[in-house]
């Protein structure tokens, strides 16, 4: 017979990943945000339509859409498929994710250096710049989220986890933490969202009906500031530069005083 310890374990083990049980529609849920954040990123690089004194028509409109929705829906999922135990096997992995991380801050750095002198322009090649680099990178959310999971057995123990998450939220629009870094505290609601909110709330999407209700608003949503870019007037192009240092705000950049 076992101890009475190991089955209580086990017990345990079993109930922990009964309640956080993932579901599959996530995993390609995921995978479609990660394609919209490949359309969002090639979208501000060959078109400039991320510019706020000069949207353009149609493309503009998509960012709009994908800015409010694709990241922080990615941290609401990432929060759902963490899990609240610090393990040896789960601070490995959070390891893999922070030395993935180093390294692509150091390519990263090294392709800076690069392209610079090659354009006849000064950049130093040290100290490296690999955690205050001089612009806005893509990796900050591996940063975020290693930080996030290291916390989060701290955070599951709060009283009110979601209500303090979304007070430092808050509190990090007004702290110098700069870019890339105020992201640890501004998408920090969602990703604790994820985690504390009752599987169920995740399970509706496995209904069709919820889904195709999802789908049809997101697509009205979407035709409609599609029209609405597509006639550039003076209204879009202040609502998109609203949009865009609003969400501007939440990875530490200052939008121009002027």
């Known amino acids: 017979a076992r101890p009475a310890e190991q089955r209580t374990e086990e017990a345990q083990g079993t109930e922990e990943d009964e309640r956080c049980a993932r579901i599959p529609l996530l995993d390609n849920a995921r995978a479609a945000l990660i394609f919209l954040v490949v359309l969002y990123h090639a979208t501000v690089v060959y078109t400039s339509a991320d510019r706020p004194e000069d949207p353009i028509a149609y493309w503009s409109a998509l960012l709009i859409v994908m800015k409010p929705v694709v990241m922080p829906a990615f941290c609401l999922i990432s929060g759902h498929l963490s899990r609240p135990e610090l393990t040896p096997r789960r601070a490995y992995e959070l390891a893999q994710i922070f030395v993935v991380y180093l390294i692509f801050q150091g390519l990263y750095h090294v392709n800076n250096l690069i392209s610079f002198r090659i354009a006849g322009f000064a950049y130093p090649a040290l100290p490296l710049q690999l955690f205050q680099p001089k612009a ?20 599951v123990e709060l009283r009110f986890p979601l209500a303090i998450s979304v007070g430092l939220g808050l509190c990090a629009l007004l702290v110098d933490l700069g870019q890339n870094y105020q992201n640890v505290f501004s998408f920090l609601p969602y990703f604790v969202a994820g985690a504390v909110l009752p599987p169920r709330w995740f399970e509706l999407l496995e209904r069709p009906q919820v889904r ?31 949009v865009h240092d609003s969400y501007a705000c939440f990875s530490g950049i200052v939008p121009d005083s002027d």
Request: hydrophobic share 70%; no cysteine; aromatic share 20%.
């Open 136 to 155: 806005q990178v893509v990796t900050w959310f591996l940063f975020t989220l290693t930080s996030w999971r290291l916390a989060l057995p701290a955070i």
């Open 212 to 242: 195709w209700s999802l789908t049809a608003a997101m697509a009205a949503v979407a035709m409609t500031l599609a029209f609405f870019s597509a006639a550039r007037g003076p209204r879009f192009v202040a609502f998109f530069s609203a």
